[in-house]
């Protein structure tokens, strides 16, 4: 058993992590101001190949493993919690082409998003169904009049498109992408009848409507609406049918990834309250020697270490090819609340001064409760770890 990174997953972290301490750092607060992301965020981590690490090299990416994407999701988070979105939702996407798509849909879509020409939203969620995304009812309707092959003067090879009809929600970076991963049904019924299309979001006749968010302003939330919207037969991706199933799978490498987001954020927060703990002073010495203040921060201490021990085993296990549904489904419910309740703390041993906005540990709060609910609920959660852990095929503990 080997507990730590590689040297080059070593030498990677440092890179991430000075990149991200300054470039990124400045920018975190900025942005929540302006509600955008800053443009050379997208621009710089596109250079530096953060928006394609999973994507194989062949298709322009960087070939990550899982264990490295995780480590650079960590350093992002720590320093931008929101730049690290631009990781996460790109790789969603990616993940359900390379696991679904053909070899010429590989081809067509992934170089766009590994340099980050491309950027993708995730559409999964609808105003009627979240946890229970397998009965969601936007449907994908064969259309005898579309196009094969979806060229811009509609002369397409293959026939038979579709047509897409209802409206997602709720969707990261819906505002600002240009083109998007959706499921829709093509078959009654729930989970099986759901499939996955690639669509460009450049049609004039898909709305779309920002939220007015918590947290996380930089990215953004929308609701988007597709009205009979023509796709070309080949923005299905990989066979009908097959959506759901191939979008489960790419959520059992994101949540391990969010829960390493929530854990560098955490860190931070941490990191700044044991600093503010060992220089302030009241009743004569430092707060930190109170264990009143010193105890909070040790047990957050504690809690970090071992959800991040559950994120990187999920990662791991994936990158060995072993089940890891489990450990992400911990992972998911239990970082984001470990984060949570960390940054809280360290709000609190700041003083009043953490209650300002001068310092970023209330949107530090504010950012992190949007991925308690983001890509599945705590509660959503614990089921699929109960289903695991004392449904039939439970192992014994
Ligand atoms: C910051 C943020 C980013 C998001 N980004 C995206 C995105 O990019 N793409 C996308 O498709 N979606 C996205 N979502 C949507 C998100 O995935 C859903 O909000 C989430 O899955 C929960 O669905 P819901 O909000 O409809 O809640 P509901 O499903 O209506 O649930 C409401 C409450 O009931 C609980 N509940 C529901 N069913 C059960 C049950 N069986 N047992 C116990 N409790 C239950 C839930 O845990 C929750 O507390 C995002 C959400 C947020 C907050």
């Not at 798509?101 to 170089?111: K, V």
């Amino acid at each position: 058993m080997d507990l730590d990174f590689s040297e080059e997953q070593h030498r990677f972290q440092e890179s991430v992590r000075e990149f991200a301490r300054t470039r990124l750092a400045p920018r975190y607060a900025a942005d929540d101001r302006s509600g955008t992301l800053d443009r050379r965020t997208r621009e710089e981590m596109a250079g530096l190949g953060l928006m394609g690490l999973t994507i194989p090299e062949r298709y322009g990416g960087q070939g990550a493993d899982a264990l490295s994407t995780g480590i650079a999701a960590e350093e992002l988070s720590r320093a931008d919690f929101n730049a690290a979105y631009l990781l996460l939702i790109p790789m969603l996407a990616a993940e359900v082409v390379l696991s679904a798509g053909t070899e010429e849909q590989r081809e067509r879509i992934l170089p766009a998003i590994a340099d980050g020409s491309a950027l993708p939203c995730f559409c999964l969620t609808e105003p009627g169904h979240g946890s229970d995304a397998a009965h969601l009812t936007m449907r994908a309707e064969r259309d005898g009049t579309g196009t094969g092959t979806g060229g811009d003067d509609g002369t397409g090879t293959g026939g038979g498109g579709w047509r897409l009809t209802g409206e997602k929600t709720s969707i990261s970076l819906g505002m600002i992408a240009d083109s998007a991963i959706v499921f829709a049904r093509t078959a009654p019924g729930g989970a099986r009848g759901v499939s996955a299309f690639h669509i460009s979001l450049d049609d004039p006749s898909i709305q779309r409507s920002a939220f007015r968010d918590l947290g996380s302003r930089a990215i953004g939330r929308a609701a988007i609406h597709f009205d009979g919207l023509r796709l070309p037969a080949d923005a299905l991706i990989g066979s009908e049918g097959d959506g759901f199933v191939k979008c489960m799978q790419s959520f059992e490498l994101s949540r391990a990834i969010i829960g390493l987001m929530c854990l560098g954020l955490a860190s931070a927060a941490l990191q700044e309250a044991i600093e503010y703990a060992r220089s302030r002073e009241a009743f004569g010495r430092p707060i930190g020697a109170q264990q009143g203040v010193a105890f909070p921060l040790a047990e957050a201490a504690t809690m970090i270490a071992g959800a991040r021990w559950v994120c990187y085993e999920a990662l791991w296990r994936r990158d060995q090819g072993r089940p890891h549904r489990v450990q992400a489904s911990m992972a998911k419910w239990w970082a984001p609340k470990v984060a949570v309740e960390t940054a809280h703390q360290a709000l609190l041993t700041l003083g009043h001064s953490g209650y300002s906005e001068e310092l970023p540990a209330g949107q530090r709060i504010r950012d992190l409760i949007g991925l308690e609910i983001g890509d599945g609920t705590a509660q959503i959660m614990k089921t699929l770890v109960a289903r695991e852990v004392i449904g039939k095929t439970a192992r014994p503990y």
